[in-house]
C-alpha cells in the first residue's frame, strides 16, 4: 500500500517527528511505500484564500497551482496518515489549512469522494486520559476525525489515535508512544 503520511509540527526535534519516525519505520517494515510531507517545511500556505474557495455549481473547478499538486500527490496514494499535536481539542492551524484547501469540493467531497482506502489520525495530546473523558472529549475527537472527515469525505476506513501525556517524555512513556506508533505503521493494513 501507498501511504501519504502528513507530518504538523513547528520543531523537527520535538515528539512528533519522532512518533512519525516511529510510525513510518512501522509501515517500511510492514512492506508499505510512505512519503513523508511536512507541512511546515513544505511552503504550503494553510490560507484559502478566493481561488480555492468553492465553486458550489461548477461541475469541475480549477484551483491554485499549489492546492491541485497537493491533490495530485494525493491521488498518487492509497491511504493516508496524519501525524499532529493536539491543540484546542483538535488539529494545528496549519492542518486545518490543508484540510480546508486541499480536502475540497469536487474532489474530496461534493460530486466526488476521495477513493483512499484508509486514514490514520495520529495525535499527541498533553492532558491525562481523565481531562478527555470527563467531558467526552475523546468521544467528539474521534466522532469529528472518523465522521466528520473521513467518512463526508468516502474515506470506508478511519482511525483515531490519541497518545495521551506527552508533555513530560519520561522513558517509561517515550518507549511505549514509539512502540505504539511502530505498530501503528506496521499493521496499518488491518
Given at each position: 500500500?501507498?501511504?501519504?503520511?502528513?507530518?504538523?509540527?513547528?520543531?523537527?526535534?520535538?515528539?512528533?517527528?519522532?512518533?512519525?519516525e516511529?510510525?513510518?519505520?512501522?509501515?517500511?517494515?510492514a512492506?508499505?511505500?510512505?512519503?513523508?510531507?511536512?507541512?511546515?517545511?513544505?511552503?504550503?500556505?494553510?490560507?484559502?484564500?478566493?481561488?480555492?474557495?468553492?465553486?458550489?455549481?461548477a461541475?469541475?473547478?480549477?484551483?491554485?497551482?499549489?492546492?491541485?499538486?497537493?491533490m495530485?500527490?494525493?491521488?498518487?496514494?492509497?491511504?493516508?496518515?496524519?501525524?499532529?499535536?493536539?491543540?484546542?481539542?483538535?488539529?494545528?492551524?496549519?492542518?486545518?489549512?490543508?484540510?480546508?484547501?486541499?480536502?475540497?469540493?469536487?474532489?474530496?467531497?461534493?460530486?466526488?469522494?476521495?477513493?483512499?482506502?484508509?486514514?490514520?489520525?495520529?495525535?499527541?495530546?498533553?492532558?491525562?486520559?481523565?481531562?478527555?473523558?470527563?467531558?467526552?472529549?475523546?468521544?467528539?475527537?474521534?466522532?469529528?476525525?472518523?465522521?466528520?472527515?473521513?467518512?463526508?469525505?468516502?474515506?470506508?476506513?478511519?482511525?483515531?489515535e490519541?497518545?495521551?501525556?506527552?508533555?513530560?517524555?519520561?522513558?517509561?512513556?517515550?518507549?511505549?508512544?514509539?512502540?505504539?506508533?511502530?505498530?501503528?505503521?506496521?499493521?496499518?493494513?488491518?
Amino acid at each position: 500500500m501507498k501511504v501519504l503520511t502528513v507530518v504538523t509540527h513547528p520543531r523537527e526535534d520535538s515528539l512528533t517527528f519522532k512518533v512519525t519516525e516511529s510510525f513510518v519505520q512501522g509501515l517500511k517494515d510492514a512492506g508499505h511505500e510512505t512519503e513523508i510531507m511536512d507541512l511546515y517545511r513544505s511552503d504550503f500556505s494553510p490560507v484559502l484564500w478566493e481561488e480555492d474557495e468553492p465553486e458550489w455549481s461548477a461541475d469541475r473547478q480549477q484551483y491554485s497551482p499549489a492546492v491541485e499538486t497537493e491533490m495530485e500527490r494525493m491521488k498518487r496514494h492509497d491511504a493516508l496518515a496524519f501525524v499532529f499535536p493536539l491543540w484546542w481539542w483538535s488539529m494545528p492551524a496549519m492542518l486545518k489549512g490543508y484540510i480546508d484547501r486541499v480536502w475540497n469540493y469536487g474532489f474530496a467531497y461534493g460530486p466526488k469522494k476521495l477513493d483512499h482506502q484508509k486514514v490514520l489520525w495520529l495525535s499527541l495530546a498533553g492532558a491525562p486520559v481523565e481531562r478527555f473523558e470527563k467531558r467526552q472529549y475523546d468521544k467528539m475527537m474521534t466522532h469529528y476525525f472518523n465522521v466528520g472527515l473521513a467518512d463526508y469525505c468516502g474515506i470506508p476506513n478511519s482511525q483515531f489515535e490519541l497518545f495521551y501525556e506527552t508533555i513530560k517524555e519520561q522513558p517509561r512513556y517515550m518507549e511505549a508512544w514509539l512502540t505504539r506508533a511502530y505498530n501503528l505503521g506496521f499493521n496499518y493494513a488491518e
